[in-house]
C-alpha cells in the first residue's frame, strides 16, 4: 500500500511518503518531498518514478504521469478542475452547478484543457437530466454540453474522457442510442481499467437487449472495483431481465451489504424473491424499501403474486 501525508503553506507542498508491504506490515520504502507549489507536476512525476522503482515497474509508473494535466501546465486550472471533480461527487444541484462552474474556469484558464471540456459536458448534462430546467433553459444546456463535448473530442481524439462526454450527449440529450453506445466501446478500449466504464457500457448494452455481454462487462466492473453499488444494482436488474432470480436476489442482497440506504434495491430484490414463490418475505422486502414510488410498485407486485388482488 502507498500512503502519504501532504502539507500546503507558503508556497510550497510538503509530502511524505511510504510503501508498506500488507502482508507483514513492514515499510519498504519512503522518502520526504518539500518542493515549491509551482513544481506539483514534477513532484508527481519524480514520485511515480519513486514509486515504480520501488516497485521495479519503472515503465508503468512512467506512463502514468500526464494524466489529467492541461496542456498549457497552468496550476490553476487543473485546481479547478480537481474542485470540479469533487463538486460533481456530491451529485445535488447546488454541487452540480458549482462544478460545472469550476470546469468552466479551467476552460477559461486553458481552453485547450480537453479534460475539462469533457467534465463541463458531463456536468452540463448531469444537471439537464436530474434537474430539468424550462424548455429554453434546457435547449441552452444542452448546446453548451454538446459544444464542450466536441471541443473535447477535437482537442483530444484519444481521450476516454471527451469520448464518455460524447456518449453522454448522444444518449440523454440528442437520444442516439446506437451512436452512445458506440462512443462508450471506444472510450472503454481507450481506459481498459476504468470500472465505470464498463458499468456505463453495459448499462447500454442493456437497453439495447445484448443482455450477455451486459452481465460480463458489469462482472469485469466488479472485479475491478468491489465495492461499488451501481454495477451490483445494475446487474440485479440484468439478472431479473434474464429470469434469474437467484442470482439477481444474490446481487441484490450484496449491494445492500454495501449501502444499506440504497433506494430501488429493495423493491427489485422484492421482485426477484417473489419470483421465487416466497411471496410473504418479498412483500416485507417491498415494505422496506424507501423511495415510495419503488414501494408501492414493488408492493403491487408483491400483493398480485401472493393472490391478494384487492
Do not use: C
Amino acid at each position: 500500500l502507498l500512503q502519504a501525508r501532504m502539507q500546503r503553506g507558503a508556497g510550497r507542498v510538503r509530502l511524505d511518503a511510504s510503501l508498506v508491504r500488507v502482508s507483514d506490515g513492514n515499510t519498504i520504502w519512503s522518502q520526504r518531498y518539500d518542493r515549491p507549489q509551482a513544481e506539483l507536476f514534477a513532484l508527481q512525476d519524480r514520485l511515480a518514478a519513486d514509486v515504480g522503482a520501488a516497485l521495479q515497474m519503472p515503465s508503468a509508473a512512467a506512463a502514468t504521469g500526464q494524466a489529467g494535466r492541461p496542456p498549457g501546465g497552468s496550476l490553476q486550472a487543473y485546481d479547478a478542475v480537481l474542485k470540479g471533480n469533487d463538486l460533481a461527487r456530491q451529485k445535488d444541484i447546488f454541487s452540480l452547478r458549482n462544478a460545472a462552474d469550476a470546469y468552466q474556469q479551467a476552460v477559461a484558464l486553458d481552453p485547450r484543457y480537453a479534460l475539462a471540456q469533457a467534465r463541463l459536458a458531463q456536468a452540463k448534462i448531469e444537471l439537464l437530466v436530474r434537474f430539468p430546467p424550462s424548455a429554453e433553459e434546457a435547449r441552452a444546456q444542452g448546446e453548451q454540453a454538446r459544444a464542450a463535448a466536441a471541443a473535447a473530442l477535437a482537442l483530444d481524439p484519444a481521450s476516454a474522457e471527451a469520448h464518455r462526454a460524447q456518449a453522454a450527449w448522444l444518449g440523454s440529450i440528442a437520444l442516439d442510442q446506437a451512436g452512445a453506445l458506440s462512443e462508450t466501446t471506444r472510450a472503454q478500449a481507450l481506459a481498459p481499467q476504468d470500472a465505470t466504464l464498463l458499468n456505463a457500457l453495459a448499462v447500454q448494452q442493456t437497453a439495447v437487449g445484448r443482455l450477455q455481454e451486459a452481465v460480463e462487462n458489469h462482472r469485469r466492473a466488479l472485479a475491478l472495483d468491489p465495492l461499488s453499488v451501481l454495477p451490483h444494482y445494475n446487474l440485479g436488474a440484468v439478472y431479473l431481465r434474464l429470469a434469474d432470480y437467484a442470482e439477481a436476489e444474490h446481487v441484490l442482497r450484496e449491494a445492500l451489504e454495501l449501502q444499506p440506504d440504497i433506494s430501488v434495491v429493495r423493491a427489485f430484490l422484492a421482485i426477484a424473491v417473489f419470483q421465487q414463490n416466497r411471496t410473504d418475505e418479498a412483500i416485507g422486502i417491498a415494505r422496506s424499501e424507501p423511495d415510495p414510488l419503488w414501494k408501492t410498485y414493488a408492493l403491487a407486485m408483491a400483493y398480485w403474486a401472493a393472490d391478494d388482488r384487492a
